[in-house]
């Protein structure tokens, strides 16, 4: 049995605000322990649960944040950025059983400790086939093509109750709970990785590859909140203007659907100007 995990930060033990998620501060630095606990929690679990193989794929900003020497020795860590499926890299080989995404978070527009989808501020929404769509919700189409199961979700309890829409039957830990974007109740480190790791444990035996699941046409429809972005974002073929700050494309798989998106994302990113956004 082989587990891909897909590692994002803002989900992660203790994890309230930009400066905690933000590479090169001093609060990223004391966060990147927490994030790493949790990680190393799933590992073990997951071997617990009989895994054979677990691979890290980083997903967080860089994609260097995990503190590789502070992992079980069993794993393997796929770090860096520019890769074909970003956030889920690694699952298109088809020998990956089950998926668990975590450290995850709410998306755009949605209550939730640091919500947001793909970009931190510019995006306001982000609607797959008219469901609000976090990046929960956009990987989990992306694996089920690849007839991935989502075993374990992990992250704040608005995250948790997220993905009862997309994995109802994945193993759900909530490591804080929700105040406001910026402000949470936080369960201390060693409380957390207790509850992940038993919940991986258990989440291993979800982790059955069935039939890859063709699910389009999808359209993905984004929501900025400043008008050029929408304009700067029609760049990308297939991208048109569907209002004044809102743009859209159809994608025939989410294989297709996700790499626009990252394309969106990058143009729109690229387009930001430093005081007025």
Partial sequence: MKILISADMEGATGVTWPADVLPGTPQWERCRAMFTSDVNAAVEGFFDGGADQV?????HWTMRN?????LDDRVEMLTGRHKTLSMVEGVQHGDVDGIAF????????????????????????VWLNDVRASEGLLNAHVVAE??????????????????????PEALKVA?????????????????????IRAAAKEAARLAVRHTPVEGGPFTVAVEFDAEHLAMAATVVPGAERTGERKVA?????????IRTFKAVTTIVSAAVEEQYG
């Fill in 146 to 167: 690849y007839g991935v199961p989502v075993v374990l979700v992990t992250g704040d309890d608005v995250a948790c109750e997220d993905a009862l829409g997309y994995a």
């Fill in 55 to 59: 691979l890290v794929n980083e997903a």
């Fill in 249 to 257: 494309y159809t994608s025939a798989t989410m294989y297709e659907g």
């Fill in 175 to 195: 490591v804080k709970d929700h105040v406001s974007r910026y402000a949470a109740v936080c369960r201390t480190p060693a409380r957390t990785a207790g509850d």
């Fill in 66 to 70: 995990l503190l590789l020497e502070r």
């Fill in 102 to 125: 975590v450290g995850y978070h709410a998306g755009a527009g949605m209550e939730g400790v640091l919500a947001h989808t793909y970009l931190a501020n510019q995006i306001t929404g």
